[in-house]
């Protein structure tokens, strides 16, 4: 079983982004009920579950033989 190394950066860069944009959605109200609230325990969750999904979904692609061979 191949483990990847990611880049903690990358990783760093792509929760970040995530995380401000769920927060600005949930401020302006489009996907989330109570415009102008945000709800920290959730984004909160979300910094935390982001990177560790994100690590395990690279894991299982590392260690799927078709994937690299998927477009031929």
Known sequence: MRFPRPSPSKYAG??????????????TGLFFDGPGT?????LAAIAV?????????SVVTANVEWVPSWDR
């Open 14 to 27: 792509d929760t970040i982004a995530v995380v401000l944009t769920l927060a600005v959605l949930q401020y």
């Open 38 to 42: 945000l709800d920290l325990s959730y």
């Open 49 to 57: 579950l982001f990177p560790v999904f994100t690590y395990l979904i």
